[in-house]
C-alpha cells in the first residue's frame, strides 16, 4: 500500500499530504485461505479510519485520514503506483518540458457531481488557488510552489502549468493535487463536507467520529488508467468507519464487519492464522526537535545531549514491537525510494548516557539537589508530542520519558490529534511522528526554512543553511538527476540532528471479502469479491 504526504501516527502519523491511500512498498501476504466476507460485501466496501478526518477540504486538511477520504471524493490528473508509474486519471496525457513548465491535456466528458462541466479552467483556478500564499493551503510548497500559474484553454482541454519555483518532480507533484470544482473554492463549506465531488465517489452520509459514506458516480469519467465505474468487483458503496482499537478492528476483520484494515501490533498473528490475505507496507517513523527560540532543541550541544540519552533503536524496536527495519535515508519509505543511498550509518548519536549528562552540563542545564535539571530559571517539563494512533506509540514516548529522566530531564508526554496544529502552536519540544511523500521534494519543505509558526512549512524550524543549499540544487535538476544533491541534503539535517529517522514500520492492511490490484489501497485498486 501506499501513504503519500501526510503526517502518519506512527504507523500511519499527521497528514500533510498522502498521494495515494497508503505509503509503503507493498507485497501480498501468505494467507490462503477464501474470505469470509460479511455484512461488508455486496458491492460493498467498509475500510476503517484509525482516527476521524475532521474537514474534509483536501486544501486545508493536515490529517492523513481526510486526505484519504478526499482520494474518493476527488479526482487527480494522474494516479501513482507505489513503482512509480504515472496513469491517466483526469489528464489523458501530458509533457514535462522543464522543471517549471509541465502541461496538461484533459479527458473528456469530465463533469463535478452537480453535472456542471469540469474545464481547463476550473482545473487551473484550483491549482492557482492552492499556488496563492494567501489561502493558506497545506499543499502549498508541497504539490504546488507559491506563485505558480496556469494558462488554460478549454476548448484543447489543455492546462499548462508554470511552476512559482523549479520543481523536478513537477509532473507528479502537480498531477496528484486533489482538483475540485469551481463552486467549491467560491464556497469553501462545500469542500468541508465533501461536497461536489470530481471523483469517483460522493459523499452520502457523514457522522463525525463513527462513520462516512461514499456511492459511487455510476457515469464517472476520469478513472485512473483503464478504471471504469462498470470494472468487475469495483464497490457500489464505500464507508470509512472510524475505529481507534486496533484490537477492535482485527475483530471486526474476522467477522467481516469491515473489509480493510492496518494491523501493526499483537493481532497480526491470530489474522494470519485464519488465513485472511495481507498486504504489507512500511511507513517511516521519525523523532525531531523545536528549534524556535526558548526552546530547548535550538542549542545543538541539547539536541546531541537528549538524542544520546534516548535509545534510538530500542524505541524503534518497541514502536514495531521487534518487527522494523533501519531506515537508510529520510525518504526510505516509498515502493519506488526515488533516490536511494544510506544517509543514515555513522551520523546517528549513539546511545551514551554519561555523554549526554556531560553535553548538558556544558550547555548550561545544570542539575538541582534533587537531579533535576534547569537553565537560566527553574526547572520545566519538555513536550514530546505523538500521534497514539498506534498501539504502541503511547509505550514507546514513555519509554523515551523514563530515559531522559535518567539525565535529569522531565518529559510531559502528549497524544495529539492534530500534529499540525501543535506544530502551528510552538508548544512542543520533542515529536515523534511519520510522514509519508512520494518524493523528496515534498519532504523537503517540512524539514528547513520558514518556520510553520511564521507561516511557512517547516515544523522543526532550523535554519540548516547546508540543507538548504543542497536542497536548491537538487530542486533545479529534473526528477533522479538531483539525486546526489538529495541525499546530501539529508545527510546535512541528520548530522545536525534536525531531524532523525527512528526506523521503517510495517503495517499489514488485511483485507476479508476484496482483494487490492497491485497490492495497495485507492479507490480505483479495491474489487469486492464477498
Known sequence: ???????????????????????????????????????AGGGALTYVL???????????????????????????????????????QLAESWVNPSTTSATFTLREGLTCSDGTPLTASDVGA??????????????????????????????????EVT??????????????????????????????????STGPYTMTEIVPGDHYTMTLREDYVGGAG??????????????????????????LLLEGEVNLAGITGADISRLMDAGLTSYAEYSQAFIFMNQLEGHAGQDKLVREALFSAMNLTEMGAVLTAGAGQP????????????????????????????????LLDQAGWLAGDDGTRQKDGPPRSLVIAFRPTAPTAEATVELAQSQLKEIGVEVETRATTDPNATFVSGD??????????????????????????????SITSNTNQDFLKYAAEAAALPSSEGCEAWLKADEALIKNLDFLPLVKVPTLTFANGVTLEGGWHDPYTVRVTG
Request: negative net charge; contains cysteine.
Open 226 to 251: 483503464d478504471w471504469t465505474p462498470q470494472t468487475a468487483g469495483v464497490p457500489k458503496t464505500v464507508t470509512a468507519r472510524v475505529v481507534t482499537n486496533e484490537t477492535t478492528s482485527a475483530n
Open 327 to 358: 531506515p537508510t535515508n529520510l525518504n526510505d519509505y516509498t515502493g519506488n525510494n526515488v533516490c536511494p543511498g544510506d544517509t543514515v550509518s555513522g551520523n546517528l548519536p549513539a546511545f551514551d548516557v554519561e555523554k549526554a549528562k556531560s
Open 428 to 457: 512542543w519540544d520533542i515529536a515523534a511522528l511519520g510522514i509519508g511523500v512520494y518524493n523528496p521534494a515534498q519532504m523537503a519543505p517540512l524539514l528547513g526554512g520558514e518556520s510553520i509558526v511564521n507561516g511557512g512549512p
Open 1 to 39: 500500500m501506499k501513504k503519500r504526504v501526510k503526517y502518519l501516527s506512527w504507523a500511519a502519523a499527521l497528514a500533510i499530504v498522502p498521494l495515494t491511500a497508503c505509503a509503503g512498498s507493498s507485497e501480498p501476504g501468505d494467507g490462503t485461505a477464501e474470505p469470509t466476507g460479511g455484512s
Open 126 to 159: 484550483a491549482i492557482e488557488w492552492v499556488g496563492n500564499p494567501d489561502n493558506g493551503s497545506t499543499r502549498l510548497g508541497l504539490l504546488v510552489q507559491a506563485g505558480t500559474t496556469v494558462q488554460a484553454d478549454d476548448a484543447a482541454r489543455t492546462v
Open 50 to 88: 484509525t482516527g476521524d478526518p475532521g474537514t474534509l477540504n483536501p486544501y486545508l486538511t493536515t490529517i492523513g485520514e481526510g486526505y484519504e477520504l478526499s482520494l474518493h471524493i476527488y479526482g487527480r490528473l494522474i494516479e501513482a503506483t507505489p513503482e512509480g508509474q504515472l496513469l491517466p
Open 163 to 196: 511552476s512559482g519555483a523549479p520543481d523536478p518532480f513537477l509532473v507528479t507533484n502537480i498531477g496528484l493535487l486533489p482538483i475540485v470544482c469551481r463552486a467549491g473554492l467560491e464556497d469553501q463549506s462545500l469542500l468541508d463536507q465533501g461536497s461536489l
